[in-house]
């Protein structure tokens, strides 16, 4: 009895000597941004139902010098009616394109086959449209994330699922009023914050938020830009 014991505790621990690939591989998603010697978060853009919304935050990288990360749901049409522009800030280095799935889907509760087809669509259409490769950086729909789903995100590639802490508003029954409260509460330092270009922002409100950036001494990165360009 105890000699079985015994060997099962030295199988189980022999277990835990992982090859360092396996060892390393993530099971979590990021959160925020690492330290560094500047004051930065990440000002990040969901979906893009709305053609304008979409508009409108590239026109504020224009003017602003915010930089954004746009996390593309590539079946919205927006997403090919501001070609040009995108093509433009993209070339810049003032964005960049995450992946979040062809239709916006559950990845959560989807097959195997449904996650991968998600995936693999939206980032062909970014490869095709922008000849732009968007990986490691998905964001998973609804924030619904299983281990089984970074898994399976990681073999196309996607291998940093971007969650957020800290909103400007879900785009729906949205008031400046709320917009500033919720930037007040969560701009500041190595914070993702979520945003989405699904109901217009006006450039008002948007240049309000900026303004907030300013005031506190801040400036919103890309990813890629707090992560380093080789970041798996
Ligand atoms: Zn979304």
Redesign the pocket.
Known sequence: MELDRKSFLLGASAALILPAQIAEARTSPIFQLPESSTKRFAWTV??GVSNTAVKRYLDIVEKTGQHLTL?V?SSYPSWRKNKSQILELLEQGKIQLGN??LS?RDLSTSSDGIVRNQLQQCHEFLLETYNYDARPYF?P??GYWTKHLIKLAAELGYTVPVMWHGTLGDGYNRSTKTTMELAHKWVSNRRIVID?ANVPKSQTELLEVVKLIQKRGMKSVTLREAFGKNYR
């Open positions: 969901d979906d996390f749901t979040h799935t916006h964001r729909t609804y989405h």
